[in-house]
């Protein structure tokens, strides 16, 4: 756990595994399904806000850190803009 070299695929999978969780259990704490969190850990593509949504059901924040001072940054977003449904349908007239 830890390592600097872990993809954000290896990460989430690490902690859910410290955690106890399930990818099912993250899966409908972040409101996709179980399909899409697979494909996406699948592929290990996760937009800034599909992690800062992952952080916040994991209950941990999503940061970076300076590699020269150790300063570190929180990246969030508003909550009106977490948990929002990541597709819209299109309606055709």
């Known amino acids: 756990m830890g390592d600097i070299d872990m993809s954000a695929k290896g990460v ?3 902690i859910i595994k410290t955690k106890n969780i399930t ?4 899966a409908e704490k972040i409101h996709v399904t179980k399909q899409n969190l697979s494909n996406k ?3 290990d593509n996760f937009s ?3 992690l800062v ?3 916040d ?3 941990m924040q999503l940061l970076l850190k300076d590699k020269s001072d150790g ?6 977003y508003p909550e009106e803009e ?3 449904p990541k597709r819209t349908k299109k309606v055709i007239e």
């Open 12 to 14: 989430i999978k690490d």
């Open 23 to 26: 990818q099912i259990e993250l």
């Open 41 to 43: 850990m699948n592929r």
């Open 48 to 50: 800034t806000l599909e």
């Open 71 to 76: 300063k570190e940054y929180v990246i969030d």
């Open 53 to 55: 949504e992952i952080a």
């Open 57 to 59: 059901a994991l209950d």
């Open 82 to 84: 977490k948990g929002k």
